[in-house]
């Protein structure tokens, strides 16, 4: 293993998110920059590889920027589709849509999540809509746990819906942040 490996922290240059964590020698650093791809060296497989080599999914670079010891790499990237290898924007996806992911590919027989997805849009739309009258309910006349409980329910069959359109909830953080800096939308 190279003994001159640096951390690359890999963020995406628009919304400043961050993708991925990858490790990079001389020669993966050198092969980012001429290329405009990321390269990264493969600590279990001891060898370069190519960001989205086999995926399609390539990084393109647009800056690359060493820490004040220069110890680490910033690599600012636009992404050519879904970074991490689950098919989610980011390897630092929250937990529940990483469950949410793993009980869909896993398919168990019984699973709620796993169900839901294979019933479709309709009945996720449906069921967020049920989730959702019954946070407002709660809202108006129930205590702050039973509030709390229901917006979790809501949170999470809002996840389901997403995943069931075949949307990131990365989309839905890109557009909060695209309105919080556009004076026109509320």
Not at 135 to 148: F, G, K, M, P, Y
Request: aromatic share 6%; with cysteine; proline share 4%.
């Amino acid at each position: 293993m190279p003994e001159d490996l640096k951390a690359a922290i890999v963020q995406d240059e628009v919304t400043g998110r961050v993708l991925m964590l990858g490790w990079m020698d001389e020669e993966a650093l050198a092969l980012t920059r001429s290329s405009g791809l990321v390269h990264f060296y493969s600590r279990s497989r001891q060898r370069l590889w190519q960001k989205g080599e086999t995926s399609g999914n390539v990084l393109h670079v647009t800056d690359v920027t060493p820490d004040c010891d220069e110890d680490a790499l910033l690599v600012s990237v636009h992404a050519a589709g879904p970074t991490c290898h689950d098919g989610s924007t980011s390897c630092f996806t929250p937990w529940l849509w990483r469950r949410i992911l793993r009980r869909e590919r896993d398919g168990a027989e019984g699973s709620y999540v796993a169900g839901q997805l294979a019933a479709g849009v309709g009945q996720n739309a449906r069921k967020v809509g049920e989730e959702a009258v019954e946070l407002a309910v709660a809202a108006l006349s129930e205590d702050d746990e039973r509030v709390v409980s229901e917006a979790a329910d809501l949170w999470f069959h809002t996840l389901l819906l997403l995943r069931s359109r075949g949307l990131d909830p990365a989309a839905v953080d890109d557009e909060l942040r695209r309105r919080a800096v556009d004076p026109v939308t509320p």
